[in-house]
């Protein structure tokens, strides 16, 4: 079986239990701590696009520090200029993503990784 790529926050319960059902399902889980080790700008765009969306879609934008950096979600950003954002403030980034053999999901809720487990 591929191994899974979960961008997750160890503090986070959801990203905790999607790492959990992963692990139940059998499938070998690279764990990315991306507070610590934020995606790359190539390796956002790849994840918005296999989700389908744009990366304002990505950012959680209750969070705090969305409000203190005066970001909108009607500002016009240019996709990289998102990116950069998120790069530079990590915990903007919503979790977890998982990613498996060229598939993308959002585990909110955790069961929605087993769609991409098929």
Do not use: H
Not at 87 to 108: A, C, F, H, S
């Amino acid at each position: 079986m591929s191994q899974a790529k979960i961008y997750y926050n160890p503090r986070c319960s959801k990203s905790r239990a999607t790492l959990k059902l992963l692990q139940e399902q059998g499938v070998e889980v690279e764990t990315i701590n991306y507070l610590e080790n934020p995606p790359t700008s190539e390796e956002l765009d790849n994840i918005c696009q296999g989700l389908g969306i744009e990366p304002i879609a990505l950012i959680r934008t209750k969070e705090k520090r969305f409000s203190e950096l005066g970001l909108s979600i009607s500002q016009p950003l240019s996709r990289e200029k998102w990116f950069e954002i998120m790069i530079q403030n990590p915990i903007l980034i919503e979790r977890p993503i998982v990613v498996y053999q060229n598939k993308v999901v959002l585990g909110r809720p955790p069961e929605n990784v087993l769609d991409i487990l098929k």
